[in-house]
């Protein structure tokens, strides 16, 4: 009987604390996930300014711009962050923003009078400062997400995870534009 | 330390007499490239008052070699006849012999010691002033106590730093020292003991990245030690990507972003090739206060006068303090800190 109550005492203890790292697990990738929000928000902050300063000499360049505010306006929309597909949703966004203002500054290599303008280099300066600190926010949030979703795909975690209501978070993956072969032709 | 072949030449004047009439420095290594120059306006100047100096020493130490040691031995030998019989413990007769022996070596090596700081305090400015806008100084008190934020100093109660050397390479700011580190320690019969715990160099270099909080790296300690830093650590350990790195390495920050902002993949790959440039795992760093301390475990005595009992020209002395100044700007080139490239 002893024997027993202590064979199921160590059980439960055991599941315990499998369900306690599951939902510390969780807290954790939703930690991550709001580190990249504040990068991501400094971002969004800095494109108006970026757009306004481009807008002066890229006149060939309209539909690019137009297309910069509009991902910028998709990326600001809330988003529910204990929802998986949400969350996919907004990151995937916020690389098809990352992606466009990449194409935009790398266009800017061809209007040398843009390109030597005070105020464009140091919003470049600015924006790869930025553009760093979420690269570092989404290194955080993949290796938490990792945490997670192996500890709710194995055994008992599949189970508890449903029990506790965590579902697998989607990874912040590179953007098109930056696993795309760069052909170095178009820029000489 | 002396060995038992130098003891004798010093004792016996069996050392070069004749300094070298015109010392030319002849550039060997690339890095030494207008350095001749420099040696024949800034450093050959100085070579003839030193030698003179260097021979004073040496005749000095040998002089008061030969008037001690036979004084210190008949001192003891008197002692031992004509005290120690009169000791409740006889061997209390030996503390006044070994202060008597202490106080002679010290006596006797001080001509030798004094020449020796004197070329590291006047001859070594001269030759690092050939790289730039650096200042040299041969004694540094309390260097170690500013870093003790970093989390990279070890428990001590005796600090010893020396050749302090700060200036500018490739706009990087360094910072750099040598030091020993001895804890206090007590064996089984209640003497006081002192034991190294850390024999080797800080280097502190400005960093080309803006942070707030505090990020170190440091040596793998095994299963155990890793689960007692993370237990008790003020700090969160960071696990980063690099299996490798992961192996040789710990890291723990108060910023997770933080630390992945400054330990980019790159960044992890150059501080593995500092750790096979400079051999063996005992190096760590910390990033703090927007400069990157690095400590490193080093055998050498790095920033030391050659022989003495050479003639006295410079030569191999500047060759010396080039090259160990080479090993600062390795460091700099292998984390590539002159390159503000973000990476």
Request: overall charge negative.
């Amino acid at each position: 009987m002893l024997t027993s109550i202590i064979i199921i005492g160590v059980v439960l203890g055991l599941l315990y604390g499998w369900y306690a790292a599951i939902i510390s697990r969780r807290n954790r990738a939703l930690e991550a996930l709001s580190g990249i929000d504040v990068q991501l928000q400094k971002r969004s902050d800095l494109v108006p300014n970026i757009l306004k300063i481009a807008s002066k000499f890229m006149e060939h360049e309209k539909e690019l711009l137009t297309q910069v505010t509009e991902l910028r306006t998709r990326m600001d929309a809330g988003y529910n962050a204990a929802d998986g597909a949400s969350v996919k949703e907004h990151l995937n966004a916020a690389g098809a923003l990352g992606g466009a203002m990449g194409k935009l500054m790398v266009a800017v290599e061809a209007y040398p009078d843009l390109k030597s303008s005070d105020t464009m280099v140091q919003a470049q300066r600015t924006y790869n400062e930025v553009e760093a600190h979420i690269s570092a926010a989404r290194r955080f949030y993949n290796a938490s997400v990792t945490q997670l979703n192996t500890s709710i795909q194995i055994f008992p975690g599949t189970v508890l995870g449903g029990l506790a209501g965590v579902t697998a978070l989607p990874f912040y993956e590179a953007e098109e534009g930056a696993t795309a072969p760069v052909n170095a032709d178009d820029y000489l | 330390m002396w060995h038992i072949g130098k003891f004798f030449r010093l004792v016996s004047g069996r050392y070069d007499r004749t300094g070298a009439a015109d010392p030319a420095f002849v550039e060997a290594a690339p890095y030494e490239a207008g350095f001749a120059l420099h040696y024949s306006t800034a450093v050959r100047p100085h070579v003839a008052a030193y030698e003179t100096a260097r021979l004073h020493a040496l005749a000095q130490t040998k002089t008061r070699f030969w008037v001690c040691v036979p004084a210190v031995l008949v001192i003891s030998l008197l002692l031992v006849v004509f005290w120690m019989p009169t000791l409740n413990d006889e061997v209390d007769v030996l503390f006044p012999i070994v202060g008597m022996i202490a106080v002679t070596i010290f006596y006797i090596s001080r001509p030798v010691g004094k020449y020796k700081s004197d070329v590291k305090a006047k001859i070594f400015p001269g030759i690092i002033s050939f790289l730039g806008d650096f200042s040299y100084s041969p004694t540094c008190k309390g260097r170690v106590t500013n870093l003790r934020p970093t989390g990279l100093v070890p428990s001590y109660d005796q600090e010893h730093s020396e050749d302090e050397i700060r200036g500018q390479y490739k706009g990087v700011e360094v910072d750099f020292f040598e030091t020993t580190l001895k804890r206090r320690t007590r064996d089984s019969k209640g003497r006081t003991r002192y034991t190294t715990v850390f024999d080797g160099v800080f280097i502190s270099f400005s960093f080309g990245k803006h942070f707030n909080g505090k990020t170190i790296v440091q040596k793998d300690k095994g299963a155990v030690g890793n689960w007692l830093k993370d237990t008790f650590s003020k700090q969160e350990r960071v696990a980063l990507e690099d299996p490798h790195f992961e192996r040789i390495f710990e890291v723990y920050s108060d910023d997770q972003i933080e630390a992945r902002y400054l330990l980019t993949p790159a960044f992890m790959e150059r501080l593995k090739a500092l750790v096979d440039n400079f051999g063996g795992s005992n190096l760590e760093c910390c990033f703090f206060e927007n400069r990157l301390v690095i400590k490193m475990s080093v055998r050498e005595n790095l920033f030391e006068p050659g022989s003495i009992f050479e003639p006295e020209d410079f030569i191999d002395d500047s060759r010396r303090v080039l090259a160990d100044m080479q090993h600062i700007f390795a460091v700099i080139e292998t984390l590539k800190l002159d390159e503000n490239t973000g990476l």
